[in-house]
């Protein structure tokens, strides 16, 4: 089993939609949990940061984790074309641990469609 | 801030040549990471830095990669000799331990590697 499972897609949606993206976990030391974009022939982009569980929003962007079901879930509202892109989770554990490595997850590919 | 640099973007050679690429941190950033990116494993992380010194290089596939930091703004990964299975997208990131542990990475254009 990989630590970090992610649907890859492609995902198309309408503009306008709401969008879930979503990535599971095994490895229980996870602490910090990132959302990176990635946009064609450019690096990721961090998009979000949360650490532990709970919610965290910025704009049309929700951030959710769920560490008793070692699940992490990005929610786009009011989707828009320059939201097509590819959209990472990624986390790590304690910074005051010797596991300083960052897991990225394969990605989903998302496509909203005008 | 001109972010994290890289260089060449692009790199086409022939098999068994040597490779070198090239990766100008973020200045302030004290660990550097380097990448590689297919469509089949995704971002794997090949080997990162912290304050110069090399931490994990476990994920260097073979003895044919090596990575250097000889200074704070700068790193290069080496390929030698190069064969049609490194072609990739070779990502070099930096980040900084922040007070509240966030350390999100910062990305550079990356590098892609055609080896034919």
């Known amino acids: 089993q990989k630590e970090v499972e992610q649907d890859p897609g492609p995902l198309s949606v309408p503009e306008g939609a709401i969008v879930s993206l979503n990535c599971t976990y095994s490895n229980s030391a996870f602490q910090y949990f990132m959302w990176y974009r990635q946009y064609s022939r450019k690096g990721p982009e961090l998009l979000m940061y949360?650490?532990?569980?709970g919610n965290k929003e910025d704009g049309r962007f929700t951030a959710q984790v769920d560490k008793s079901s070692k699940y992490i879930s990005l929610f786009i509202r009011d989707s828009q074309p320059s939201d097509s892109a590819t959209y990472l989770c990624a986390m790590r554990g304690s910074w005051k641990t010797s596991y300083d490595k960052v897991i990225f997850g394969p990605g989903t590919s998302l496509s909203v469609i005008p | 801030d001109a972010g994290v640099i890289q260089s060449p973007r692009h790199e086409v050679t022939e098999m068994g040549q040597e490779v070198t690429l090239r990766c100008k941190p973020i200045?302030?950033?004290?660990?550097l990471f380097w990448y590689r990116q297919t469509m089949m494993r995704g971002l794997e992380l090949l080997i990162y830095f912290n304050n110069n010194v090399p931490i994990d290089d476990s994920g260097m596939p073979e003895d044919r990669f090596s990575a250097k930091m000889p200074n704070a703004s700068f790193s290069t990964l080496k390929i030698q000799p190069s064969e049609p299975r490194d072609s990739a997208v070779y990502f070099c990131?930096?980040?900084?331990?922040?007070?509240?542990?966030?350390?999100?990475?910062?990305f550079g254009s990356g590098t892609r590697l055609t080896v034919v």
């Open positions: 200045s302030g950033h004290d660990y």
């Open positions: 990131a930096s980040s900084h331990v922040t007070g509240t542990g966030n350390y999100g990475y910062t």
């Open positions: 949360t650490y532990s569980s």
